[in-house]
Nanobody, 113 residues
Framework: QVQLVESGGGLVQPGGSLRLSCAAS????????MGWYRQAPGKQRELVGT???????ILVDSVKGRFTISRNNAKNAVYLEMNSLKPEDTGVYYC???????WGQGIQVTVSS
């Protein structure tokens, strides 16, 4: 089973930026699509975006133009670059190996002044 570990979260002011990383174990990482999800307090977990194994990324409308997903298969890592952050981006962010039950433990992102 693939292990996923997120890092890079924290507290940032509105308009600021953060870069989340997700490190994966296992050799299948480079052959699989990955997803980033988030869960705001009191709300259901929602999709932020996905990236294919070849690097084609799709983001949901609410973050399009502000967030970027990328990956480095040589490092078994996927990234979520978040710019122009808004308070409504606050939540726990998770990475996921799509098509599997493998989730990261989640990392807190708080956007507040």
């Amino acid at each position: 089973q693939v292990q996923l570990v997120e890092s890079g979260g924290g507290l940032v002011q509105p308009g600021g930026s953060l870069r989340l990383s997700c490190a994966a174990s296992g050799s299948i990482f480079s052959t699989r699509a990955m997803g980033w999800y988030r869960q705001a307090p009191g709300k259901q977990r929602e999709l932020v975006g996905t990236i294919t194994n070849t690097g084609i990324a799709i983001l949901v409308d609410s973050v399009k133009g502000r967030f970027t997903i990328s990956r480095n298969n040589a490092k078994n890592a996927v990234y979520l670059e978040m710019n122009s952050l808004k308070p409504e981006d606050t939540g726990v962010y998770y990475c996921k190996l799509l098509g599997s039950a493998s989730w990261g433990q989640g990392i807190q992102v708080t956007v507040s002044s």
